[in-house]
């Protein structure tokens, strides 16, 4: 009817991953600045294991104060060489860690407009089953060859290849990850502002705005 306008598109749940090196932190930001609202469950995990924060004493009393620096943080250097020499440890400190970082990341996310489109970047979200398929209504991987993945971490951080291999092999596989996606960014070899048109074709689809990439 003349004078009324279109409705906006319903709000969508984003969930965001990818391998590490896989670009998905550059993706993350380029949807902040097109207007997305970010829960990062990295960094409240990281939160959750610094002088103070929700994890700390679970983790003292499971795993002893030794694991505690200096400071009252985790000792994260000493927590990854326990959890890749040993699954029971992960296990264990993943069951101290996701039931707290599911409900920060749920107060995070109820901070968001009731226009904006809330992405929840979830590194291992393939890693999880279904606990956070579920509870997003997309699936976006940014996928990268395995060997892109290591040049890409070795030199941002620096890391020898073997410390690389290590951590993917701790990841979930690229096979699986893709089979959980709505949608997929393949960044081999994209420059960022190639990878920008790719992240801004995937906004005009999910505003409606276009028939998708």
Request: proline letters at 7%; aromatic letters at 4%.
């Amino acid at each position: 009817m003349a004078g009324m306008g279109l409705s906006p598109p319903p709000r969508l749940t984003i969930g965001l991953t990818g391998g590490i090196g896989s670009g998905k932190s550059t993706v993350s930001q380029m949807l902040v600045d097109l207007g997305a609202h970010l829960v990062d469950t990295d960094a409240i995990a990281r939160a959750l294991t610094l002088p103070g924060g929700a994890a700390i004493p679970e983790i003292t009393r499971q795993f002893g104060p030794e694991l505690i620096d200096a400071q009252g943080a985790m000792d994260r250097d000493r927590m990854r060489e326990m959890a890749f020499a040993d699954p029971l440890v992960l296990k264990r400190l993943e069951g101290i860690l996701h039931p707290l970082i599911g409900a920060h990341a749920d107060t995070h996310a109820r901070q968001a407009a009731p226009e904006q489109h809330v992405v929840f970047d979830v590194p291992l979200l393939a890693e999880s089953g279904r606990r956070w398929k579920d509870r997003v209504d997309r699936v976006l991987v940014i996928d990268a060859s395995p060997e892109t993945q290591i040049a890409r971490v070795m030199v941002r951080n620096g890391w020898p290849r073997e410390a690389v291999e290590k951590v993917l092999a701790k990841q979930a596989d690229r096979a699986l990850r893709l089979s959980l996606a709505d949608h997929v960014i393949v960044n081999d070899g994209l420059t960022l502002p190639q990878l920008r048109t790719e992240v801004e074709k995937l906004w005009r689809l999910w505003n409606n705005l276009t028939d998708g990439p």
